[in-house]
Nanobody, 115 residues
Framework: QVQLVESGGGLVQPGGSLRLSCAAP????????MEWYRQAPGKQREMVAI???????SYADSVKGRSSISRDNAKKTAYLQMNSLKPEDTAVYYC?????????WGQGTQVTVSS
């Protein structure tokens, strides 16, 4: 059973920063594209950022300029650095790994932005 394990969520004040991590020890990590999604209460899950196996990145307009996705293939871990956080960034953040016909989700980590 492949597991993706997210960590780094928590409560942060508006304007603060968080770095989320997604560990994926059970996959051929360097082959997989890695994505971060988020789902706020009552809303659909939306993609936040993606980093391909070659390192290309793309971001949702809602986080562009405030977030940075990265990966460490040696550690089999993907990261999402989020800065200048806003209350509307409050959501459960999920890691998603995909390659060819394989795709895996993490269990999610809660991010709450509130004063």
């Amino acid at each position: 059973q492949v597991q993706l394990v997210e960590s780094g969520g928590g409560l942060v004040q508006p304007g603060g920063s968080l770095r989320l991590s997604c560990a994926a020890p059970g996959i051929i990590f360097n082959e997989f594209s890695m994505e971060w999604y988020r789902q706020a209460p009552g809303k659909q899950r939306e993609m936040v950022a993606i980093i391909t196996s070659s390192g290309s990145t793309s971001y949702a307009d809602s986080v562009k300029g405030r977030s940075s996705i990265s990966r460490d293939n040696a550690k089999k871990t993907a990261y999402l650095q989020m800065n200048s956080l806003k209350p509307e960034d409050t959501a459960v953040y999920y890691c998603h790994a995909f390659w060819r016909y394989s795709a895996y989700w993490g269990q999610g980590t809660q991010v709450t932005v509130s004063s």
